[in-house]
């Protein structure tokens, strides 16, 4: 007979048996190593302790040699040596507290090094102590001399503590400072500031027609021009907009982004979505299992902030940085290149940090901006104007705060607020703008928010009213700026003053316009005419003088991959190309690719590329013969060529790259 199932206990799982206390014990100690402190911590705590044994046994060296002297006293009277070497022993002894004591002096007094230090060192020994033996050292400290016992936590001890704030005072961190250092938060107006100036020097007019008429700039001096400040406005908008760090976004690329979407009726707002899964911290956060839509951000035009518009930006840089290399970007392509001083696009490099500080440099500089920016610049930034600057009823809540700038669901409050507040601080406890005709008054409601929205007072609207009347009627006394010209020369003061000729329509209503009158010419015989005036003003536009580049788009060769097989890869391009990245073989290649203004751009490439396919050639395609001749391929390719071109010079086949004098050029780095 079949057995019959009871009623609900389909599916339940069965018990298992009680595991050993040693299982739980281990599994416990397991669980508190991997989930009381992230990885990153663990790993400069585990540094930290490795150190401070190091040091304490540099001391107690030093202390013996010192007592093997006869007639040797220390100043600090007796101090058990042998007790001392222990301090960082298991168990903690009396000494434990003065040896860490010790460590710190050294590191931060001794060698100035910063009160992060001091915490740093404070947080591992703290750690150390706490878990020892269970819970046995943890708490506040205690040391009982009758017993010579040590209860509590020694890096709890006063003489730690008070070291540590020691410390903190000297580097001159009070308050909110006190906890951590920030980087200057770019502001809205300062962003605005920074993209009128790049807008005046390279309006964004030029890219969007270059794109329009299917042509990139040919002279290089332009081509570099457009591409920074194409490249900057599009980076510098996404970071204020994303709140990333300058390497999160430096390492965005093609498959992060979606673009034309549109949203739901009836609006159908057009947007694209960005995939941020690089993020500090994300990866590596203990449990980060999140969705993919967690990580994606929706960006929407921002026609009433264009200086922060970073939907019109990027869509502006992108169709121009495609029609440079002359494709369309591959998902693997990084939305913000390395870009050589040559005017060539690596799609597959990152640009690096450095090039990024120093865009953000002479962009800051050029706007006249006096401030220093740094790497959370556009992120601090950012943030604080959604939280707190933008306009009222636009503001974000703590809560979306926390979600968009990727916070951590568990972040301490306290340390979110003081990333966003530090500034805020000042702003509301300050008074230096107690002379402003209209008082801010920040101290009585968030950022002054009441003075918004409190009706308007009669003598307010008096001070409006008196200011337009007062403007309207300068404009009215103002006398129009008019020239009269007859011909190409000056009219007479007879003439002029004879009210002969009248003046437009637009001059009688009070507008300075600054027209021009020009009236008939009269048959003037026998004169002779002046010679128009040699232009003297200097060169309006540098790139006029730069040397003429003829850069065709597209026609790039990509770099070699770093490791023992690159040599193959250069084979590879000059027989095969790569058909993933756009090239076609090199030894296809029409001569324009390579010579007359892209020699610089690909012509020594392509060379290189030459030089190895024939020597590989030559020993009947051997890799093992090839690797045999040369060892150095496994290494670097820049040694490989001098390699190969040696071996050519000793066979009379070539003599390498030379200059006009005879100067050996070496080799181009790939």
Known sequence: MARVQKKGTKGKKKKQAAASTADLSRSTREARATYTNAKKTTEAYDGYLARGNAFLKSCVAQRRKEEAREGWVHPEGHIDTDLLAKAFSKPPNKYSATAL????????????????????????????????????????????????????????????ASLVKIIKIRDNEKGAAATRNHAE?????????????????????????????????????????????????????????????????????????????????????????????????????????????????????????????????????????????????????????????????????????????????????GAGLQKTYTTHSFRRGGAQYRFMFAPLGKRWSLSIVRWWGGWATGEHVDTLMKYLLDSLQSYETGHGDALCPVPLEADKSFMGDHLLVRPVATEEFRTVTSQIITHLTKLSLTPPACVCVHGSQDVPNSMASSGHHQFPASATTGRNTGAILRLPS??????????????????????????????????????????????????????????????TPLRDWPCEWYSGGMRKVTGSKRSQRKLIFDEYERLQRSEAEFVKLYPVAHRRISSLILAIRETNKSRGVITGRRSKRGVDLGVDSD
């Open 185 to 365: 938060a770019i502001s809205a107006e300062d962003m605005k500031v920074m993209m009128d100036w790049s807008e005046s020097v390279c309006p964004a007019s030029k890219l969007i027609e270059a794109v329009k008429m299917g042509v990139a700039p040919q002279d290089l001096a332009e081509r570099l021009l457009l591409l920074k400040h194409g490249q900057m406005r599009a980076f510098g908008s996404s970071g204020f907009n994303l709140w990333t760090r300058n390497f999160e976004l430096c390492g965005l690329q093609m498959r992060d982004l979606t673009l034309n979407c549109v949203g739901p009726l009836p609006f159908n707002h057009p947007y694209f979505k960005v995939l941020l899964e690089g993020r500090k911290g994300w990866q590596h956060k203990q449990g980060f299992e999140s969705k993919r839509e967690s990580c994606e951000y929706n960006m929407y035009p921002q026609a009433d902030l264009p200086a922060l518009d970073m939907y019109n930006f990027l869509l502006t840089w992108i169709p121009f940085y495609e029609l440079c290399i002359g494709r369309k970007l591959l998902p693997e392509d990084y939305i913000f290149p390395y870009i050589a001083s040559n005017g060539v696009i690596h799609p597959d490099r990152e640009m690096t940090l450095q090039m990024c500080q120093n865009l953000i440099t002479e962009f800051t500089e």
């Open 522 to 583: 009269t048959a003037q015989p026998n004169r002779t005419p002046t010679p128009p005036a040699r232009d003297e003003s200097p060169i309006s536009n540098p790139t006029q003088l730069s040397e003429r580049v003829e850069i065709i788009p597209g026609v790039v060769i990509p770099n070699l991959k770093k490791g023992d097989k690159a040599w193959l890869d250069a084979v590879r391009q000059w027989e095969y190309g790569d058909p993933a990245k756009g090239l």
């Open 101 to 160: 004591e010790l460590f710190i002096t050294q590191k931060c007094l001794v060698e100035n090094l910063k009160k992060s230090t001091a915490e740093g060192i404070h947080g591992a020994y703290a750690k150390y102590w706490d878990t020892m033996d269970g819970d046995k050292y943890a708490g506040e400290y205690h040391y009982d001399e009758e017993l010579d016992k040590v209860s509590g936590c020694p890096a709890r001890a006063g003489i730690v």
